[in-house]
């Protein structure tokens, strides 16, 4: 039996491979393995000695049982360890254009704005996207039942045991409150972020993004929030003399409102920048309304600032030649490959 027990022991040092081992656990111990056919052929044996050749031939499952564990767990050592060895990544390696994915225009068109601004050290702020009316509005100097709440199209949760309402926010100036309430002047920040209003049509989806600045120092004038956007759309549209105006507008939080307008042309059917005497809305801002400043607990005789806001979704549809804002939305494979862009840049 001990001859047995070397021949099947050396079996099971010779593999080389889990497959090997596997095989042969089927060839011993398998339905019609050779261990297996010993323990069948006690039948045959006389009553008194099965019960010794019983044991004995359960001993020797044992043993080669524990080989074959012992086997395997040598065996899945060197097999890992050679897969290691053979799946290095060398990550210095160029990437293959075949297997790379793209970056949605949103996504390029915030890279672009936020590399612009935070040349001129503008930080990076974010807010939560489920606000209530507090930082939403009234901060933003919109009391209760102030008519340009309802230009808002809201969507609000249910009230909480409180009564407190909250809302998805419907602009990036909650960032403004957010901000100004956690830092002390200077402060210049960009808030890029999504926002959300219930409104659907070719220009208009629920969901949709909007990029906030704010600056805050002393003397700061009208003057400095118009070259600082007046800046950023020239470079942006990369037409270094872009037509743009400043029109009187009005936002609760801002005193005085501006609105701001690009020149552009649009006989042709499509909208072209640079030249035509058309022009196109693109931005609000303003001068930060001294309430504002006061709600957050800044003195308004000591700083002042300039806020303004846009669209991001419509400034990537102008800039990219988008047609329809709603198919920016739909995750369609074919319209990311035709409109995205390489994430190691150019299109
Ligand atoms: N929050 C405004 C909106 O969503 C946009 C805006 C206007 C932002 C003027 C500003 C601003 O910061 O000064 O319609």
């Known amino acids: 039996m001990s001859q047995q027990l070397q021949q099947w022991q050396s079996e099971i040092d010779a593999t080389q491979s889990i497959r090997d081992l596997d095989d042969l656990k089927v060839k011993l111990l398998g339905k019609t393995g050779e261990i297996t056919s010993l323990l069948k052929t006690l039948g045959t044996l006389p009553p008194e000695e099965r019960k010794d050749r019983g044991a004995e031939i359960n001993q020797l499952k ?50 672009e704005i936020i590399s612009y601004f935070s040349k001129f050290g503008f930080d990076i702020a974010t807010g939560p996207e489920i606000e209530d009316e507090e930082h939403n ?72 993004h909007q990029i906030e600045g704010l600056v805050i120092d002393k003397d700061i004038n009208f003057g400095h929030l118009k070259s600082t956007v007046i800046e950023f759309c020239r470079h942006f549209f990369e037409i270094p003399d872009l037509k743009i105006r400043f029109r009187p507008s009005f936002f609760p939080f801002t005193e005085p409102s501006a609105e701001m307008d690009i020149g552009c042309d649009r006989s042709g059917g499509g909208i ?22 006061k709600n957050c607990g800044i003195d308004p005789d000591e700083y002042q600032g300039f806020a303004f806001g846009f669209g991001v979704d419509r400034f990537a549809m102008l800039k990219y030649g988008i047609p329809d804002l709603r198919s920016m939305f739909e995750s369609d494979n074919r319209w990311l490959a035709h409109y995205g862009f390489s994430p190691f840049g150019g299109k």
Not at 139 to 144: C, E, F, S, V
Request: aromatic share 8%.
């Open 62 to 111: 044992l043993v080669v049982s524990d080989q074959m564990d012992n086997r395997r767990a040598i065996l899945e050592e060197q097999e890992l360890e050679s897969r290691l060895a053979s799946e290095k990544i060398d990550v210095t390696l160029s990437v293959r254009p075949e297997a790379v994915g793209s970056l949605h225009p949103i996504t390029q068109v915030f890279g």
């Open 137 to 208: 509005f009234a901060a933003l100097n919109m009391p209760d039942h102030h008519p340009a709440r309802q230009s808002h199209d809201t969507f609000y949760f249910m009230p909480d045991e409180s009564g407190i309402r909250k809302l998805l926010r419907t602009h990036t100036s909650t960032v403004q409150i957010r901000t100004l309430r956690q830092s002390q002047p200077p402060i210049r920040i960009l808030a890029p972020g999504r926002v959300f209003r219930c409104d659907y049509d070719a220009t208009h989806t629920p969901m949709f």
């Open 272 to 293: 072209k920048f640079g030249k035509g005497d058309d022009w196109l809305e693109v931005f609000g801002c303003g001068m930060v309304h001294p309430n504002v400043l």
